[in-house]
């Protein structure tokens, strides 16, 4: 059964740098789209970041980019997202997706896009 297990999570300063990880199992994973989106309480879910399985596109949300970076490994069917400059407002749990996809430089950015999810794992910025 597919699965994608996001971890990393935690408390982090203002100021701060997280990463978070999303291990994707019982399939192959290597024409698939891999993105992270997050929710705060009372808001819907957004996108942040997403990578092609070429691995040779990204695509930000304007509200991260030049702070987040979002790489994957194929090898270990692993994505990553490197927070760097964290503000309190980027708290939300931050989810993990992954959509097939026949091009391999196609990325996706809405959530209805995305069949496959993590449970998320909670990022806290304190001010």
């Not at 100021?15 to 199992?25: D, I, N, P, T, V």
Request: aromatic share 14%.
């Amino acid at each position: 059964q597919e699965q994608l297990v996001e971890s990393g999570g935690g408390l982090v300063q203002a100021g701060g740098s997280a990463r978070l990880s999303c291990a994707a199992a019982g399939g192959t994973w290597s024409n698939y789209v891999m993105a992270w989106f997050r929710q705060a309480p009372g808001k819907e879910r957004e996108f942040v970041a997403a990578v092609s399985w070429s691995g040779d596109n990204t695509h930000y949300a304007d509200s991260v980019r030049g702070r987040f970076t979002i790489s994957r490994d194929n090898a270990k069917d692993t994505i990553y997202l490197q927070m760097n400059s964290l503000k309190p407002e980027d708290t939300a749990v931050y989810y993990c997706a992954a959509e097939w996809a026949y091009s391999g430089s196609r990325v996706y950015t809405t959530p209805s896009q995305y069949d496959y999810w993590g449970q998320g794992t909670q990022v806290t910025v304190s001010s």
